[in-house]
Each structure stands twice: as C-alpha cells, then as structure tokens.
C-alpha cells in the first residue's frame, strides 16, 4: 500500500508540473538527459517573436524621421534662395540709386544748348542723340535746325517741354539712353504715334530711330467749296505709291511724298516741322529727314508697313 500510495504522489506531482510548465510557454518542453527541460529554445523563440513585433514600428520611425529631415532640407534651402535674391535686390537698388545720383550731376553741370550754338558739347550732343536713335543726319559741332528737330524728337517721346532747347532734363535722358515705347509689330514697321507726334522705325517692337513730324491739326478746311477735317487716318497701311521730287498739290506741296492711301494721305518732306500737329492729314517730316528715309539705310519704299495710332 505505502508503494502504490507513493507512485500514485509522484504522477500527481509530474502532471502538475507539466501544467504548470504548458501555461507559461503554451509549448510542451523537450525533456533532455537526467529530465531537465530545454527550456531556452522556447525563450529564443519568444525573444525572436518580440523583436519581430517591435521592427515595423522601429522602422517607421526610421522613414518619418528621415523624411522630416528631407522636408526640413528643402525648407532651408528655398529660404536661403529668397534671401540670397533679395540681397541681389537691395543691391541692385542701390547700385542703380548711386547710377542715378552720379548722371543728375553730370546732367546738372552740361551745358545749356540750342539752335545757333557752336562747339564740343554740340558734338557731344549730336552723338548722343544719334546713338541713342533720335534721328540726325551727321554729328558736327553746329546746334543745326535738323539738330532741334531731333531735340523736338526726345522731347514729344518722353513728354518735356516741347522747345527744342536741351537742359539738364534732356542730357539725363540721353545719359540714360531712354527711347519712347512702341508697339509690338513683326517685322519693319514705320509707326506714327499721333498723340506723341513721333514717328519711330521699329525691328518687333524694338525702336531703331524716332522722327519729329506734325500730322493732322483736327481743324476744318475748305476745298472746292466742301468743307473737311484735317485729321490723319489710323491704322495699317502699306506704301503704295511715291513720287522721286515734288509734288504741288491743290493742299500745298509735297517734297518726295509716299503715299500710304490712295486718297492722297502721304508721309511727305516740309521745310514746317512744328511741334504741334499742323497737316491737312499727311505725316510731315523735314525734308532732310525724307532724303534718308528715301535711301537704302532708311528702308521706307514700296510695300513697307505703316502703322499709325492715337
């Protein structure tokens, strides 16, 4: 009895701590030699196991992280861009400031200039008017009526007292090389601004010279007893026609006229270039003027485009 009683101890005690042993790990244990359980396979396992559940968020981490520094990065370097530029800015600002400051002087102290007078400053500038593209004929040292003309030119384009007198204002504007704005054409175009009473040769939309002219007063006249308005007409126009001398007219006389409308309407020589709008209609220019625009430098022939605005 006392040998069944303790065999029936010793498996009670075994089942127990089989149990125990399969709650903890929820795999039955290898028993290795002498009956000790090989228990580290089951802990390697779970460390395994814990270090695979642990990886994802480990590595998201990792890519979030870096892509706050790859978002940062970028930030700053588009900061440094801005900044960097308005500095080139400021610069540039200033640059042209001191630029501005040093030409008024140099405006201030030129000469006062107008027709009549004689010297270097009038051949100073004569070339300063024709480099910068208020038509000339030639550079000499003599303040020409041709050299008012130009004068009458730069004035009408950038809105100064229209005297043909140069000052300080009209040397500023030459010491910065300005030229009135014109279209946007293709191409040659022979562009008469009637508001500004200029008339400039343009390369798309770039000013190659600019001309003094007077074009239709707006005034009513009498022919053969009909009574009209001198006005010129807008639009665009070719050269249609022109005549190599002059032509008298029952409105007056045309010097090498070249008619951009049958009716009559011509951009036409006169020894009377006001400041002001004068014509019957035509575009008037001196008659130096039209000599050029007659040669293969000035380029006004047959088919060229006329192209005239308010």
Known sequence: MTTARHARILAASVALGLGAL????????AVASGGTAAVR?????????????????????TT???AT????????????KKAAKKKAERAARKKAKKKLKRLRAKAAAAPRLSEGDTGKSVRRLKKLLLKT???IPSVSSTYTPTTAQAVLALQKSLGFTRDSKVGKEEWLALFQGRLPKASKAKGRVFEVDLSRQIMMRTWNGRVKYVFNVSTGSNKIYYQDGVAHRAVTPTGTFRIMRKIDGMRHAPLGTLYRP????????????????????ASHGCVRVSNSAIDWLWTKAGKLDMGEKVVIHQ
Do not use: C, E
């Open 41 to 61: 396979t089951t802990s390697a396992a779970s460390s395994g196991s814990a270090a695979g559940a642990s990886s994802p968020q480990s590595a998201g981490a």
């Open 133 to 135: 593209g208020y038509w």
């Open 22 to 29: 399969l709650g903890a790990s929820g795999t039955v244990p």
């Open 64 to 66: 979030g992280g870096a």
């Open 258 to 277: 070249q008619y951009f409308r049958s009716d009559g309407y011509a951009i036409h020589g006169s020894p009377s270039i006001p400041a002001y709008p």
């Open 69 to 80: 520094d790859g978002a940062s990065t970028k930030a700053a370097r588009k900061a440094a």
